[in-house]
């Protein structure tokens, strides 16, 4: 019976412990450590076009910045897989958590753009998509008509 109490602590000890915030390491990754070296550029394909969305990636960079691995935290299938292939190409200034966070945020461009789409980069980690629609594949047969 007096295996109970000492059962109790030990629980209360490693609850008190585990729920601790100041005794788990932080891995919040905070803007002032994530500095843009070299962003790439997004450039839309097939599925994208006219749609709004947004991506959330986490990257693991190398020692020198690099981005070794990307991951996604959220968003549509529609733009994860050419945000992950896009998200290894960008480059950071290394950081303690040895990590970044790359957010793209894609919105249908209402006044129309000449090349298709635009990109713009906010650092340290936004990517905004200007989609445009489509452009017009009009053979010349059409075009006479």
Not at 4 to 14: K, Q
Not at 50 to 58: M, Q
Request: glycine share 6%; hydrophobic share 40%.
């Amino acid at each position: 019976m007096r295996i109970w109490p000492v059962i109790l602590v030990a629980s209360v000890a490693v609850a008190a412990s585990v729920s601790n915030p100041a005794t788990q390491e932080d891995k919040t990754i905070y803007d002032e450590d994530v500095q843009l070296v070299q962003a790439a550029k997004m450039e839309p394909s097939g599925n994208m076009w006219g749609l709004p969305g947004a991506v959330v990636v986490t990257v693991t960079l190398s020692h020198d910045g690099h981005v070794t691995a990307a991951l996604p935290v959220s968003g549509s299938d529609r733009f994860i897989p050419a945000c992950l292939s896009n998200a290894k190409n960008w480059v950071f200034k290394p950081n303690r958590t040895k990590s970044a966070i790359i957010v793209y945020e894609f919105r249908p461009s209402e006044g129309g753009c000449p090349s298709g789409s635009y990109n713009v980069i906010w650092p340290p980690n936004l990517s905004r998509v200007g989609v445009c629609h489509p452009p017009l594949n009009v053979s010349t047969s059409e075009k006479e008509h």
